[in-house]
Structures are given as C-alpha cells and as structure tokens.
C-alpha cells in the first residue's frame, strides 16, 4: 500500500547547490512511475532558495502534490523556509533512518536533504524510505497538533 498518494504528483525544488541532484532525481522518480512537479531552479547559477521552496510548500499545502524533495547544500535554508508554511512540516534528513523517523513520529511531508554532505545515492535511499514509510499517529499526533502558533 502507498504511503502518499501516487495520483497526486510530487514536488521537487532546489537552489544552485542542490541543482545537480535535482538533475539525477527527477528522472529517478519517473523511472519509479511517479509523476514531478519541478520547482526550479532550472540551472545551476546562484539563486534564492526562497524562490524555490515557496513553489514546492504551497503545492503540498494545497494539496496538488503528495509531497515535496528539496534540495540546497545544508538542507538547512530550504527546511527552514519550507516550515513558515502552515500544514507544512518539512524534516532536515541525513540518514535513512532520519528519513523514517520523521515520518513515523511527525508526519512530515517535506524531506529536505543537504547535497554537499550526502552522496547522491544516499539521497536516493532516504527518499526510498521517506516514501515507505507511514505516520504512526497516536501520541505523535497529539504533539503535531500543538506544533501551529
């Protein structure tokens, strides 16, 4: 059984550090029969990664896309953007059990992944197990719904 709705497409957004990775996943994610919503950047020339995540957020939080990969050299800038947005919550991942562990326990949809301290197939695995990988509700629902201001 899918985790995310496969129907729904998902979102992928990077900056100029992340833009070579975005290059290797996206066709990864057709090959796996999933369809991408790509954000940009669309070369690899210095951006604002603001002008990245907010495309990707706002298809998530609408509900156009299961859900969002971004990309930039810490993961860092493109997480914390990504977590201005209300119904966003976007983890900062650098291990595959990272990955799991922020959606069993907080639901994210959002995996932000640091380009220049994971190697690409890595990256690839945690998005493997984001994607496998269910919420457990329960308690950990309790805590998300005390996450919003």
Not at 28 to 55: E, F, I, M, R
Not at 56 to 68: D, R, T
Not at 125 to 143: L, P, S
């Amino acid at each position: 059984m899918a985790v995310f709705d496969i129907a729904l497409p998902v979102a992928i957004g990077c900056d100029h550090a992340g833009f070579e990775y975005k290059t290797k996943i996206v066709p990864w994610l057709n090959q796996k029969g999933l369809q991408v919503n790509d954000c940009g950047t669309y070369a690899a020339d210095s951006v604002d990664y603001p002008d990245y995540v907010h495309p990707v957020a706002l298809s998530v939080e609408k509900q156009e896309s299961s859900f969002g990969i971004l990309i930039c050299g810490t993961g860092n800038g493109v997480c914390m953007t990504a977590n201005k947005h209300a119904g966003i919550r976007a983890g900062l991942c650098w291990a595959t059990d990272i990955a799991k562990l922020i959606r069993q326990h907080n639901n994210a949809n959002i995996i932000c992944i640091p380009a220049r301290f994971v190697a690409l197939p890595y990256a690839q695995d945690m998005i493997e197990a984001f994607m496998a990988t269910a919420f457990e509700g329960g308690r950990h629902q309790n805590r998300i719904n005390k996450m919003n201001c």
